[in-house]
C-alpha cells in the first residue's frame, strides 16, 4: 500500500466518517480486494462514493478467479445505491458502476448483472452471496460474495456460449461480426439443436449453401433488435419492435409469461456486453424470405442448371413470379456441359405448374424452347405416366426418357422435378425414323423421291408414315411409284403425307383438315375410341413421335391423292412388262386398257421369252387374240375368288369373248392361279403381283402367257368343230349311202324291163 493512500486513510478515520475502504481494511476477507482496488487506483472514487453498494470478493474468490482483475471487473462490483439484499428481487438486472460508452446504447449505459434468489439464497450473476448487507453508513452496504463476477461477454461469444449450432451457422455469415460489435442488441436465440427446423430439406440446403447466404443472414436479422430490450424492465402488454431484417417482432408480456411472436420465451435475459439474449425454444420462419425456383434449385444441388441459365440469359424463368413454370432439373454430374444451348436449356422448363396428379400417360407439354424449326412454335416435351401395381405405391413419371426422382416440389407457383438424367432434344427427322423398321420402305422412297431435303427443311411439319406393311398393300402400285419414271408421281404421293406450319397432335387430330405439301387437303377424323383415320380409311397406329421439325405419325396405309392418276399403262411400265405393252401397242389396244374398269393381266418379259415372239409379231390376229384374252373388262376385285364356299374359283370373260373365259383360284397357301377356261395344261399363270389404278380396273402380274383356245366352226374349240365335222361327213355320208342305195335299186330295175306297178 502506497503511503499517500495509508495517509489518506488515515484521514478518513480521522474524520470518522466510515467508508467503503475503512470497512474493507477491518476485515481479513478483503485484503485481495483491498489490494486490486488499490493497485488499479480506484481508491479515491471508492472513498468518494455518497452510497453505494459492493459486492465485494472475498479472498478465496480471487483465488478461484481466474481472469485479469483490472479497472472495469471491479467497477462492474460496485451498484451506485445502497442497497440491502432485501431490496432485490429475483430475476433483477441490477446497473453497475461499470459503463463501456456505446456497447448498450444511450438508454442503458451501465454494464448489469444478475441478482437471483433461490433455496442457497441470493447470488449475483454466477457469485453466491454468503454474507449479507455489511452496513458502512445507511447510504453503503456490503455484499460479500463467493467469486468474482466476470464481465458479460459480447452477444457473438454469448451466442456460442449458450447454442454453439446456431454460433456455427451464424458465423457462415456477417451477423457474427455484427454481434461483436460495440453496438446494443437484443438477441431472441432458440435453445434447439436444429435452428433450421421449420425448413424443408431443400431449403435448409440452400439457406446451408454459399448461395444461401444472404437469406440465412436475413433469417439471423429477423431474430434481432438493435436496442437492448430487459425482460425484466418489460411491462405488461404489447409491443411491436423492428427487427434488423424490417419484420416486425411483437413482445408480449403477461403475469405468467412472456412471448416474441407468440413464441414463448423460456429463458430472458442472458446478459451480454452489448446487450441480451432471450431464448426460445422454438424457431422462427420469416415471411421475408421468399424461396422461388432459382433458390430451390440450389437446394437440390442443381447448381449447375442455375448456373447456365444465367449464362444464357434464362434467369428471368428463375427469379419471376409473374407466370408458372415446371422446371425439370437433372443432378450437376448428368449433365454433359457438350450439349449446352441455350435451346436445350430452355426445353427442360415447360409452360405452366404440373403438379403430378395433372400428367396422364401420353400427354405432351409445352417447353419453353420456341424453335426456329417448328415455325416459331414451341417443341413438347413427351410424358409417360406408369401406374405402379406394387408394394411401392404411386407411379413413375418420365418426361422423355428421364425419370422423376421423387416427389414435385413446389416452390412460389412453380414446380419442380428432379430428373435421372438430362432430356435430349428431339432429333433430326430421319435419324428418328431410321430406328423403326416399319419405315424403311417410306424412307427408301424419299430418298428415290428427292423429297428427302425438302422433309428435313419444312417447318412445323406434320407427316404421316405408312408402315412397310402399307406399301406392301399397294401391290404393284409400289413398284410403279419408285419406277424412275414415276418420280414426280412419287414425290406428290409422299407430299400428300406431309404439311408444312401445321403442326398436328394427336391432340389436334380431333375433326381436321389438313393443307397438305401436295396442295390437297387431307380429312383427319377422331373417333369416340380415339382412333384417328386420315383420309377414307387409313388409321394411324402410333402417333407423337417428336422430331425437331415437327411430328410423326405411324399409318396403315398409303395415301394416294386424288390428283395423281394411275393407269394400268403406269402400272405395267412399272413392273416393266415391256413386252405386253408393245403386244398391246400392236394391236392398238393401249387406249383401251387405261378406260375405265378394265383388268390387265400381264405376263412378265420372261414369260413372252418362252414363245416365239417373232411368228407372233407377224400373226396379227393371233397376237390381237393374245392381248384381249388378258384383259378382262371388269372392275377391281377386293376378293378374285367367289366367296361362296361350294366354289373355289371364280370365271371372268375376257375382251377375247364372253365364251373365252379365265378361271382365277386360290390354292392353300394363299397364292391365285389363273386358267384359260377349257384351255389346254399350259395355260396356267400364277399371279405375282396385284395393283389397283384410279380407273377402277388394274393389273395382275402373271408369269406365263395364257393362249386363247383355237376356234373352229361355230366358234367353237377346234376339238369340238373336229367332232361336228366328222359327225356332219357321218351323218352326210350316211344320207348318201342310203340314197345311193335305193338309186341303185331303182335303176336295176329300169334296166331289166321291170315296169312300175302303178
Ligand atoms: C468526488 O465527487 C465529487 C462530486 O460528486 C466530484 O466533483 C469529485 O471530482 C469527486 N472526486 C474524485 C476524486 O472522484
Ligand atoms: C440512519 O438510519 C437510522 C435508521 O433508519 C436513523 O435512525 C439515523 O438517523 C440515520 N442516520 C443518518 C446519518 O442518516
Ligand atoms: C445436396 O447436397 C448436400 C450436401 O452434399 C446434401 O446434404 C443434401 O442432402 C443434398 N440435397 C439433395 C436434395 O440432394
Ligand atoms: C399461377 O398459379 C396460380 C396458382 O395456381 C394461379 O392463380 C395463377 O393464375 C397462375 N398464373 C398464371 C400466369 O398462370
Ligand atoms: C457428351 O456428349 C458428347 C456428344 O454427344 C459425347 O461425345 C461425350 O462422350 C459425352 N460426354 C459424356 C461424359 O457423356
Ligand atoms: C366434323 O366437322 C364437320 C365440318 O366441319 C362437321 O360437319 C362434323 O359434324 C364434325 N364432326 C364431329 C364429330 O365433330
Ligand atoms: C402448291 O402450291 C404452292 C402455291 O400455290 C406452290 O408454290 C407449290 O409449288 C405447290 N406445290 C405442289 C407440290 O404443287
Ligand atoms: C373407331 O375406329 C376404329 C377403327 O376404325 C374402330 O375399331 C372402333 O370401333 C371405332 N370406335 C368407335 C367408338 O366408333
Not at 479472498?59 to 483490472?70: C, L, P, R
Not at 413470379?321 to 425439370?328: A, I, K, R, S, V
Not at 414446380?415 to 424403311?440: A, N, R, T, W
Not at 407423337?544 to 421439325?549: A, E, G, R, Y
Request: proline fraction near 3%.
Amino acid at each position: 500500500m502506497k503511503i499517500q493512500n495509508l495517509l489518506f486513510l488515515l484521514f478518513i478515520s480521522i474524520t470518522q466518517c466510515q467508508t467503503i475502504i475503512d470497512k474493507l481494511s477491518k476485515d481479513e476477507r478483503f485484503s485481495t480486494l483491498l489490494s486490486h482496488l488499490d493497485s488499479t487506483g480506484l481508491i479515491p472514487l471508492v472513498n468518494n462514493l455518497t452510497s453505494g453498494t459492493l459486492f465485494a470478493p472475498d479472498n478465496d474468490a480471487f483465488t478461484k478467479f481466474e481472469g485479469e482483475v483490472d479497472k472495469k471487473v471491479l467497477m462492474y462490483h460496485f451498484v451506485n445505491k445502497g442497497m440491502t439484499m432485501d431490496m432485490f428481487h429475483h430475476g433483477q438486472l441490477k446497473e453497475s458502476l461499470l459503463v463501456l460508452p456505446g456497447y448498450l446504447g444511450p438508454d442503458h449505459e451501465a454494464q448489469r448483472f444478475k441478482v437471483s434468489n433461490n433455496d442457497k439464497g441470493w447470488s449475483v450473476n454466477q457469485a453466491r452471496v454468503v454474507d449479507e448487507d455489511i452496513k458502512v453508513d445507511n447510504h453503503t452496504y456490503i455484499q460479500v460474495i463467493d467469486r468474482v463476477m466476470t464481465l458479460p461477454s459480447l452477444l457473438g461469444d454469448s451466442t456460442k456460449t449458450n447454442n454453439e449450432i446456431v454460433y456455427d451457422l451464424m458465423a457462415t455469415t456477417e451477423i457474427i461480426h455484427l454481434l461483436q460489435k460495440k453496438k446494443p442488441f437484443t438477441l431472441f436465440l432458440t435453445n434447439l439443436k436444429t435452428p433450421l427446423e421449420k425448413y424443408n430439406a431443400i431449403e435448409s440446403t440452400y439457406l446451408q449453401s454459399e448461395y444461401g447466404k444472404q437469406d440465412l443472414s436475413t433469417f439471423f436479422k429477423y431474430s434481432i433488435i438493435d436496442k437492448v430490450i430487459y425482460m425484466d424492465e418489460f411491462t405488461s402488454g404489447k409491443t411491436t419492435f423492428k427487427s434488423l431484417s424490417g419484420d416486425s417482432l411483437v413482445i408480449a408480456s403477461t403475469k405468467k409469461s412472456m412471448t416474441v411472436n407468440d413464441i414463448p420465451i423460456v429463458q430472458s435475459d442472458i446478459l451480454a456486453a452489448n446487450g441480451i439474449i432471450h431464448l426460445i425454444d422454438e424457431t422462427f420462419h420469416p415471411n421475408s424470405i421468399e424461396f422461388n425456383a432459382r433458390k430451390y434449385m440450389y437446394g437440390a444441388n442443381s447448381t449447375y442448371m442455375v448456373e447456365y441459365m444465367d449464362q444464357y440469359h434464362l434467369d428471368q424463368y428463375l427469379d419471376q413470379t409473374e407466370n408458372n413454370y415446371t422446371f425439370l432439373v437433372p443432378p450437376n454430374d448428368a449433365i454433359n456441359k457438350t450439349l449446352l444451348s441455350k435451346a436445350w436449356l430452355s426445353y427442360h422448363i415447360i409452360k405452366d405448374a404440373w403438379p403430378q396428379q395433372n400428367l396422364n400417360d401420353n400427354m405432351l407439354l409445352d417447353s419453353q424452347y420456341q424453335s426456329y424449326a417448328l415455325d416459331q412454335h414451341y417443341q413438347k416435351i413427351p410424358v409417360s405416366v406408369e401406374h405402379e401395381v406394387s408394394i411401392y405405391s404411386g407411379h413413375s413419371i418420365q418426361f422423355g426418357h428421364a425419370r422423376v426422382i421423387g416427389d414435385e416440389v413446389s416452390v412460389g407457383n412453380d414446380i419442380i422435378y428432379q430428373i435421372s438424367e438430362p432430356l435430349s432434344l428431339p432429333g433430326d427427322i430421319l435419324e428418328k425414323l431410321v430406328l423403326d423398321l416399319d419405315f424403311s420402305t417410306f424412307i427408301a422412297t424419299l430418298y428415290v423421291s428427292q423429297v428427302v431435303q425438302e422433309i428435313k427443311a419444312t417447318q412445323g411439319l406434320t407427316l404421316f408414315v405408312p408402315t412397310n406393311d402399307a406399301f406392301q398393300k399397294l401391290g404393284l402400285v409400289t413398284k410403279y411409284l419408285v419406277h424412275p419414271t414415276a418420280k414426280a408421281q412419287l414425290q406428290t404421293v409422299l407430299r400428300y403425307h406431309a404439311a408444312a406450319n401445321s403442326l398436328l397432335y394427336y391432340n389436334d387430330m380431333k375433326n381436321i383438315t389438313m393443307e397438305t405439301l401436295a396442295n390437297e387437303t387431307l380429312v383427319i377424323k377422331q373417333n369416340e375410341s380415339g382412333t384417328v383415320t386420315v383420309g377414307d380409311s387409313a388409321t394411324v397406329t402410333a402417333s407423337d413421335l417428336l422430331v425437331s421439325n415437327g411430328v410423326v405419325h405411324k399409318l396403315s396405309q398409303v395415301l394416294i391423292p386424288s390428283q395423281l392418276v394411275i393407269t394400268n399403262q403406269n402400272l405395267l411400265v412399272g413392273i416393266e412388262s415391256n413386252t405386253m405393252l408393245q403386244i398391246l401397242e400392236r394391236v392398238g389396244l393401249l387406249d383401251v386398257i387405261n378406260q375405265e374398269n378394265i383388268v390387265v393381266l400381264a405376263p412378265s418379259d420372261k414369260a413372252f421369252s418362252r414363245i416365239n415372239l417373232d411368228d407372233l409379231f407377224l400373226d396379227a390376229v393371233q397376237m390381237e387374240r393374245i392381248a384381249k384374252l388378258h384383259i378382262i373388262p371388269r372392275e377391281w376385285q377386293d376378293r378374285w375368288i367367289a366367296q361362296n364356299p361350294s366354289h373355289d374359283k371364280s370365271e371372268y370373260p375376257t375382251l377375247l369373248s364372253d365364251d373365252d373365259k379365265v378361271t382365277i383360284r386360290e390354292n392353300e397357301k394363299g397364292e391365285l392361279w389363273i386358267d384359260v377356261k377349257n384351255g389346254g395344261e399350259n395355260d396356267r399363270a400364277h399371279v405375282t403381283g396385284l395393283g389397283r389404278v384410279s380407273a377402277g380396273g388394274g393389273v395382275l402380274a402373271i408369269d406365263t402367257v395364257l393362249l386363247p383356245i383355237r376356234r373352229g366352226l361355230f366358234g367353237l374349240p377346234w376339238i369340238w368343230s373336229l367332232v361336228v365335222i366328222l359327225t356332219l361327213v357321218i351323218i352326210i355320208g350316211g344320207i348318201l349311202s342310203i340314197v345311193g342305195f335305193f338309186g341303185y335299186k331303182i335303176y336295176n330295175r329300169r334296166r331289166l324291163g321291170y315296169r312300175p306297178i302303178f
